[in-house]
């Protein structure tokens, strides 16, 4: 790694950082991190996020879809306290919300993002008996963009509603 050198005695500044926001601590860049099979486990993922990973990129010409699925399942099981130690004290070139979210509602940000985690791999035979599944997924024509058009089934019309005899 080459050397960066300053005009100010002392060396290098944290002012003198190209990509630091200027007045600010914030990075305006972000650190990508490739896993493999020298940075999978768990130490090493839980050392790489704390020295800054914004990004973890796997690399699928490399290795198998189930070797791959072991290594996000280690990403999802981030602690919550460090979720929410995110949201409170900002994090690479994330700002800090705890002026602007109170920390009872960064709690409830942190278990919704959870349970995100959790429905990924959720079936309809996950939903307890009795609760009723909102909807099955849309059908679409094609596979395509987001702005794929779904395939509406019309419904047949139902008869207008007649009033009772008062």
Same mark, same amino acid.
């Given at each position: ?19 630091? $926001?200027?007045?600010? $601590?914030?990075? #305006? ?21 704390? +020295? ?5 990129? +796997? ?14 399942? #280690? ?42 985690? +959790? $429905? ?37 019309? $139902? ?8």
């Amino acid at each position: 790694m080459a050397e960066i050198e300053s005009t100010k005695s002392g060396g290098f500044e944290p002012s003198d950082d190209p990509f630091r $926001s200027p007045n600010t $601590s914030r990075r #305006r860049a972000k650190i990508v991190c490739t896993i493999g099979p020298a940075s999978n486990s768990d130490e090493m993922i839980r050392d790489l996020m704390l +020295l800054g990973m914004d990004v973890a990129r +796997l690399n699928f010409s490399h290795g198998t879809h189930e070797q791959h699925a072991v290594v996000i399942e #280690r990403l999802r099981k981030v602690p919550l306290g460090y979720v929410f130690d995110v949201i409170t004290n900002g994090f690479g070139s994330m700002p800090d919300y705890a002026a602007q979210i109170a920390p009872q509602d960064r709690w409830a940000i942190v278990a919704y993002i959870r349970a995100l985690q +959790l $429905s990924q791999a959720a079936t309809a035979a996950d939903v307890p008996s009795g609760q009723k599944v909102p909807s099955e997924p849309p059908q679409f024509r094609e596979l395509g963009s987001g702005a794929t058009l779904p395939v509406v089934e019309a419904k047949p019309a $139902s008869p207008p509603a007649q009033e009772e005899p008062k």
